[in-house]
Each structure stands twice: as C-alpha cells, then as structure tokens.
T-cell receptor, first 115, second 113 residues
Framework: DTAVSQTPKYLVTQMGNDKSIKCEQN?????MYWYKQDSKKFLKIMFS???????INETVPNRFSPKSPDKAHLNLHINSLELGDSAVYFC??????????????FGDGTRLSIL | AQSVTQPDIHITVSEGASLELRCNYS??????LFWYVQSPGQGLQLLLK????DTLVQGIKGFEAEFKRSQSSFNLRKPSVHWSDAAEYFC???????????WGAGTKLIIKP
C-alpha cells in the first residue's frame, strides 16, 4: 500500500490553464505539506496543514491554493499556469503532535511541464 | 539565521569505496536532524534521523551519521558504496515544536564502476 500518493504523476499542459494535483496519505498523520522542487533539485516548502488548518503559508503566488478536505487529503490547485511553474511538486505528511518532530514521508512527486 | 549547508554539490566515488557526505547546520534550538535520499525520478526516502541520545545513528541501506554539536555537523557515512546508492542526498533540520524543516541544497552522489 502506498503511504503518500499523488495524482497525476505527470502533468503536461498549456500556459494559462488551471490544474489540480491531489494528495492522499494513509499513515494516519495529522500534518501534510506541499513542496516545489526546481530543476536544480532545491526543495521549497509551499504550504502545510495540521488537522485541516493552514500552518505554513510561504511566499508563493496566490495562483496557488491548497485545500484540505480532511486530515488525509491535501490538494493543490494552480490557476493561470506560467512557464516558471514547471517543476516537480511533492506532497509529504508527518505526525505533528506528540513527542516532538517526526519525519516527513514523501509521495513520488508530480512532474508539471508547462508548454 | 537557520540554515543547512551541504558544501558538496556532487561527489564521485568508486564502487566499494567509503563515502562521507557533509552537512552543517545553524539552528537556534535543539536540532532534530534528518538525512533523506532521492533516487532518480522518485520521491524522498528517510535514511536516518537524530533526535537525542547516542550521537552515532544507524539508518537504512547501511548508512550511518554522526551528530557533532561542537561542529554543528551531521555527516553521513557508508563504509562501502554500491552502484544503487547513486542518488541525491538531502540533509534537513527541524525543531521540537516546529513543523517546518530547513533543507540543504542536496549532494549528488555519482558512483564510478
């Protein structure tokens, strides 16, 4: 069973389109994250939700909007896609409560290419 | 300022040789330290973590790392690398009550046959 699953794995689309990426985790974690990894492999945190509440909201264009319908899901919607949005987007989850900082578990990534 | 530095953008080692990947951090509170590996086209997988206690931690795939508080370092080691270890390696630091990890820029490991 996949612990953190993202769909789609690949996304090729035209500039100006709107697209969504879905993420689900079956680990029972209460915290989920979205990261962007650029072509140089640099990882940038975008958002994080804990128990459906937004707790990390880094400086990203407001064309990016996360949505967490429940603890197990965190989706990312992107409006008016631009060339610079081409990257790999990773979803991750962790157990944020309890005895301290717990490791994050990552999905396999969504490779977004803008034409 | 909080930061993680991985000084080597890429490292090339021969198969069977030993490996050490460097990680230095700057963090204002007690650090929780992690090493992740990213194989080509894959997500990140946790190799090992340090929270407290013994400063030498063992991870998966034969990796280990040593926490040295005086040097603010958490270097990753493996006594004998295999071709399948070729990947990108990331060091990260977080805090007890902080959800956000600070990530290094990664070190690409290349294995020579």
């Amino acid at each position: 069973d996949t612990a953190v699953s993202q769909t789609p794995k690949y996304l090729v689309t035209q500039m100006g389109n709107d697209k969504s990426i879905k993420c689900e985790q079956n680990l029972g974690h209460d915290t989920m994250y979205w990261y962007k990894q650029d072509s140089k492999k640099f990882l940038k945190i975008m958002f994080s939700y804990n128990n459906k509440e937004l707790i990390i909201n880094e400086t990203v264009p407001n064309r990016f909007s996360p949505k967490s319908p429940d603890k197990a899901h965190l989706n990312l919607h992107i409006n008016s896609l631009e060339l610079g949005d081409s990257a790999v987007y990773f979803c991750a989850s962790s157990q944020g409560q309890g005895t301290g900082f717990q490791p994050q578990h990552f999905g396999d990534g969504t490779r977004l290419s803008i034409l | 300022a909080q930061s993680v530095t991985q000084p080597d953008i890429h490292i090339t080692v021969s198969e069977g040789a030993s490996l050490e990947l460097r990680c230095n951090y700057s963090y204002g509170a007690t650090p929780y330290l992690f090493w992740y590996v990213q194989s080509p086209g894959q997500g990140l997988q946790l190799l090992l973590k340090y929270f407290s206690g013994d400063t030498l931690v063992q991870g998966i795939k034969g990796f280990e790392a040593e926490f040295k508080r005086s040097q603010s370092s958490f270097n990753l080691r493996k006594p004998s690398v295999h071709w399948s270890d070729a990947a990108e390696y990331f060091c990260a630091v977080g805090g007890r009550s902080n959800y956000q990890l600070i990530w290094g820029a990664g070190t690409k490991l290349i294995i020579k046959p």
